[in-house]
């Protein structure tokens, strides 16, 4: 593998129910570890059909807004035509049209360069899938 291209994989548990799950302290240790310093993007990758990657406020209620509007316009009820699992999880998989799967984001002196009040989050819908893998690859 090349100096320039370090890549980890994060096991994240987001239990029964809807989640915004802050990512951003794992990204800046993974950039501590892997970016010494240097230039370069951050690409945050979730490899499930059912869950994305979102930049966001959290912890002022954005994260639960944000869950809200999904709500409102992916409803879980028996509208779709996917119909395995739980009711509504037809609308899991629509979810990554919405939310994308990833994110590229700049890193500068090795720090990610996030807005003042910028989280980088998963968010996963999917209530029937609590176990998720989020791959971290920091290019420069």
């Known amino acids: 593998m090349s100096d320039a ?10 239990g029964s129910g809807e989640t915004v799950a802050d990512l951003t302290r794992d990204c800046e240790d993974f950039l501590a570890r892997a970016a010494q310093g240097r230039d370069g993007l951050l690409n945050v990758f979730v490899p499930h059909a059912t869950a994305g990657v979102a930049v966001l406020e959290t912890g002022a209620g954005s994260d639960s807004d944000l869950l809200a509007a999904l709500h409102d316009l992916l409803p879980a009820d028996d509208r779709w035509r996917h119909r395995h699992g739980s009711p509504g999880h037809g609308r899991d998989h629509v979810l990554p049209a919405f939310v994308p ?27 029937d899938n609590p176990h998720r893998k989020v791959r971290l690859s920091f290019l420069g």
């Open 101 to 127: 799967p990833h994110a590229t984001l700049p890193v500068l002196g090795g720090r990610l360069e996030l807005g003042t009040w910028q989280s980088v989050c998963l968010v996963d819908t999917n209530r």
């Open 5 to 14: 291209l370090h890549t980890h994989v994060l096991e994240i548990t987001t």
